[in-house]
């Protein structure tokens, strides 16, 4: 079955630069790539996807990339503010059942 | 308009109970899941339903858990004889269509058993 590995868990950045997590999966005919933001006691929120047909995707501060080649996509935020501050998760999908990582823990610094 | 609502939002139980957990999902989804979050860990998928079947339980452990949705809009997943590693986020997504839509989560429901 699918694994979704995330790096890193732990990310401190300063307000106002940039943050990248980093993930890989290991099914080649996942085809669907959510990114979830997780605040403390809340359920996952969808910040950002991406399909196999495309390789970049970007919504205002947020960018994601995906090398089908290698099995990696990467998740990218500029201008970090502090409510950028949660936990992230990147996940992989060929049907219903999603596939999430770990989780990181993204820390914006004042 | 309203999202995912799942209820109770905490539930504390001792080992060996039974316990229901509830899920509204969005009005007109037809597709609905249930993810179980371990501290620390991503969601992991338990089961999914598409109208009133279960499309796919290859997520449920063990046959203490079992879940429904009688009518295609609630869903009830049921846990027999819980065990302290059942202490978990229970969450509650659901999708338009299924078919590899976007799935929107609710904010669970924290289950204790001591």
């Known amino acids: 079955g699918e694994n979704v590995e995330q790096h890193p868990s732990t990310l401190s950045v300063q307000e106002g630069d940039s943050a990248v997590i980093k993930c890989t999966y290991s099914?080649?005919?996942?085809?669907?790539f959510p990114w979830y933001k997780q605040e403390l006691g809340k359920g996952p929120q969808l910040i950002i996807d991406?399909?196999?047909?495309?390789g970049e995707k970007k919504d205002q501060r947020i960018a994601v990339t995906l090398n089908k080649t290698a099995k990696h996509f990467s998740l990218h935020i500029t201008e970090t503010q502090p409510e950028d501050s949660a936990v992230y998760f990147c996940?992989?999908?060929?049907?219903?059942?999603?596939?999430f990582g770990k989780g990181t823990r993204l820390h914006i610094l004042p | 308009g309203a999202g995912v609502s799942q209820t109770p939002s905490n539930k504390v139980t001792e080992k060996g109970k039974y316990v229901e957990l509830r899920c509204d999902p969005i009005?007109?989804?037809?597709?609905l899941y249930w993810y179980r979050q371990s501290l620390g860990q991503g969601p992991e998928f338990l089961i999914y339903?598409?109208?009133?079947?279960?499309?796919?339980d290859s997520g449920l452990p063990n046959d203490r858990f079992f879940a429904v949705r009688p009518e295609g809009s609630v869903s009830t997943l049921k846990i027999q004889r819980t065990e302290r590693g059942d202490s978990a986020v229970y969450l509650c997504?659901?999708?338009?269509?299924?078919?590899?839509?976007?799935?929107?989560f609710g904010p669970g429901t924290r289950l204790l058993v001591l």
């Open positions: 997504a659901s999708s338009i269509s299924g078919g590899g839509e976007t799935q929107y």
């Open positions: 099914d080649s005919a996942s085809n669907y």
């Open positions: 991406i399909r196999s047909n495309v």
């Open positions: 996940a992989a999908s060929e049907d219903d059942k999603i596939i």
């Open positions: 009005s007109g989804h037809t597709a």
């Open positions: 339903f598409q109208g009133t079947g279960a499309a796919d």
